[in-house]
């Protein structure tokens, strides 16, 4: 049964930078915006995965309790992972507000499973000509437009998609549309579109909320008949750890997603009015490794300066990347993007993997030319962590010891900068034009 499209092309929510809503306001619009689900549907709920802090173990059982009063004995789950490792059914659980067995219509959980042709079918295609203009001649050939199953054919009426938005490396700002490209979909376009985000350049993507990239991904979304509701949070942590939710929208996951950006670009986004020379990252917990762990580098190369440092503190990141560690050892580690040009063109492997590629860039941030003339990285960046000396060599980090790290030895410098819970906010110099 479908949703009136009044509904479907409408937002509703509140929030502000300076807001701190209550679980009650966060139930309200809930229900607000799902009361219009017709009780005879199936509804799949698509959730984001561990790597990112957000509200879902509000919004979900909120959700579930509206949906059983009007009957629903069942809600399936799908994991918007990407080509991220699989959560545990502990963290799932967690994830969703449902650790104690308290959501009676609960139904099946599943994971995305971006590399198995069996879990993906065929939507559409952008065309050659529909790419080209959106990329401004990036990208010239056509993408077909794979994603799980269970969007196209696992026979659901409705999809409820929760998420929160904040400064992104790819889009510009996550959410929306992202949930289901690269969230849920196959290889092809996320492998694009992360490509794309370092061609154009990580300073001139993140934080900016009309990017080609956000566009590439809306057009893809665009192929999905099934009726969306779209929920897109602002967050984030208090002092004391507390998670707080500035705002709320939902509904049309274009609009819900650039209500939000408005009030995240306040709240993810701080402005130093100068470079430093060092940057100590201690780096957010939820990043177990560097695939994740790199936003570190995307988000505060802006503040570093040429020929400066970033350290990355991060007791708890255990390894370069569990799905992609090996593939970024084999083609060199980081580097510059003219750098990471050269290897594409030179490897079809490479070619094939163009997340790899980008994330080989983006983590390099961006180059100089150095006194002979030669490409580097503008920045040297060196890791403290449970990752070994050698592997950090292999993949042009400087290796530190982590249990020889003390930040007091980098506390009263002017010229560093120390960032709690790195990889979350944004640091620019000065705001941006966009």
Not at 345 to 350: G, K, T, V, W, Y
């Amino acid at each position: 049964m479908d949703i009136a499209d009044d509904i479907l092309n409408s937002v509703t929510g509140i929030g502000s930078p300076d807001s701190d809503l209550s679980s009650e306001d966060l139930s309200r619009i809930v229900g607000s915006a799902i009361e219009p689900v017709a009780a005879a549907s199936r509804v799949l709920v698509i959730i984001p995965d561990k790597t990112r802090d957000d509200n879902t173990h509000i919004l979900f059982p909120a959700a579930a309790s509206v949906l059983a009063e009007k009957g629903f004995a069942k809600i399936d789950v799908l994991v918007a992972q990407g080509t991220h490792s699989p959560m545990s059914l502990s963290e799932k659980l967690a994830k969703i507000g449902a650790d104690n067995d308290s959501i009676s219509n609960l139904g099946d959980i599943y994971d995305h499973r971006w590399n198995d042709p069996e879990h993906l079918v065929k939507i559409g295609e952008l065309s050659a000509a529909d790419v080209s203009g959106i990329t401004g001649g990036l990208f010239t050939e056509s993408i077909p437009l794979l994603v799980n199953r269970l969007v196209a054919d696992g026979g659901y009426d409705v999809i409820i998609v929760f998420g929160a938005t904040m400064p992104h490396e790819v889009a510009g700002f996550a959410g929306g549309s992202k949930y289901f490209f690269p969230g849920v979909a196959g290889a092809e376009l996320t492998h694009k579109t992360h490509w794309l985000a370092a061609l154009a350049s990580v300073e001139n993507i993140i934080g900016r909320i009309e990017t080609p990239t956000r566009h590439l991904i809306e057009a893809a979304a665009d192929h999905i008949t099934t009726n969306v509701v779209s929920f897109t949070s602002v967050v984030s942590r208090t002092d004391e750890d507390r998670l707080r939710t500035h705002a709320l929208f939902a509904g049309d996951a274009r609009l819900a997603l650039r209500r939000a950006a408005e009030v995240s670009r306040h709240v993810h986004i701080k402005y130093t009015g100068r470079k430093y020379r060092r940057v100590v990252a201690l780096l957010d917990e939820h990043y177990e490794d560097l695939w994740v762990g790199g936003k570190a580098s995307y988000r505060l190369g802006g503040v570093i300066e040429d020929g400066g440092e970033l350290i990355i503190y991060a007791p708890k990141l255990r390894s370069i990347s569990e799905t992609h560690g090996a593939d970024i050892e084999r083609f060199g580690g980081y580097a510059p993007l003219e750098k990471v040009k050269e290897l594409v063109n030179a490897s079809q492997e490479l070619q094939a993997n163009l997340c790899v590629a980008a994330h080989l860039s983006q983590v390099a941030y961006a180059c100089r030319t150095d006194e002979t003339g030669n490409l580097e990285s503008r920045y040297r960046i060196s890791l403290a962590s449970q990752v070994d000396a050698e592997t950090c060599e292999r993949v042009n980090l400087a290796f530190m010891d982590v249990n020889s790290f003390q930040l007091s030895d980098y506390q009263n410098d002017p010229d560093t900068l120390i960032v709690n819970r790195a990889g979350r906010d944004l640091y620019l110099v000065e705001p941006n034009e966009n």
